[in-house]
T-cell receptor
Framework: EAGVAQSPRYKIIEKRQSVAFWCNPI?????LYWYQQILGQGPKLLIQ????????DSQLPKDRFSAERLKGVDSTLKIQPAKLEDSAVYLC??????????????FGEGSRLTVL | AQSVTQPDIHITVSEGASLELRCNYS??????LFWYVQSPGQGLQLLLK??????LVQGIKGFEAEFKRSQSSFNLRKPSVHWSDAAEYFC???????????FGTGTRLKVLA
């Protein structure tokens, strides 16, 4: 079974530039999450999708961050314009829901963003 | 508000020694409880989870955790640490049925040869 795929693994940009991260979840997983992990901290939820609908985006800085999950599969997280404090690892995770769900989150390897 | 506390930021143990990583949570009901491990440059991998039933749960790589309702704790243990266990460990909680996960700030484990 293929895992959660993310790209790019690393990205360096200057402040005020834009960046986009892509995530392909495990096949059949209805729920997809984007987490931000700043160095030395635990993952913080940015947005949670179920299929192609947003379940929770309360901690997403909507003035600069946007995310979409077209057709309920792949997802893209965009930052525009980037700030220095956006330097972090962006983790994508997916999980099953309902019958058969183990409640486990499956994570990708993350996309490390450095904003100069 | 729900929260997860991992009081130890760094822990150093010698190879072969026992290990206990602490986790306390704040939530009205018993949530689902998880421990994840993150090796450098990698995503998070599930070590073990507790949903209900037996309060001592076994996980991968020889880890176990004990849920103590009276203390709102879910501490992770390993009887004998291996050098390959050096990583960062995260405790997470999820209110049952919500599919929402809250992570602690992590404990970085260093293993001395």
């Amino acid at each position: 079974e293929a895992g959660v795929a993310q790209s790019p693994r690393y990205k360096i940009i200057e402040k005020r530039q834009s960046v986009a991260f892509w995530c392909n979840p495990i096949s059949g997983h209805a729920t997809l999450y984007w987490y931000q992990q700043i160095l030395g901290q635990g993952p913080k939820l940015l947005i949670q999708f179920q299929n192609n609908g947003v379940v929770d985006d309360s901690q997403l800085p909507k003035d600069r961050f946007s995310a979409e999950r077209l057709k309920g599969v792949d997802s893209t997280l965009k930052i525009q314009p980037a700030k220095l404090e956006d330097s972090a690892v962006y983790l994508c995770a997916s999980s099953q829901v309902g019958d058969g769900s183990t409640g486990e989150l499956f994570f990708g390897e993350g996309s490390r963003l450095t904003v100069l | 508000a729900q929260s997860v506390t991992q009081p130890d930021i760094h822990i150093t143990v010698s190879e072969g020694a026992s290990l206990e990583l602490r986790c306390n949570y704040s939530y009205g009901a018993t949530p689902y409880l998880f421990w994840y491990v993150q090796s450098p440059g990698q995503g998070l991998q599930l070590l073990l989870k507790y949903f209900s039933g037996d309060t001592l749960v076994q996980g991968i790589k020889g880890f176990e955790a004990e849920f103590k309702r009276s203390q709102s704790s879910f501490n992770l243990r390993k009887p004998s640490v291996h050098w390959s266990d050096a990583a960062e460990y995260f405790c997470a909680v999820s209110p049952s049925g919500t599919y929402k996960y809250i992570f602690g700030t992590g404990t970085r484990l260093k293993v001395l040869a």
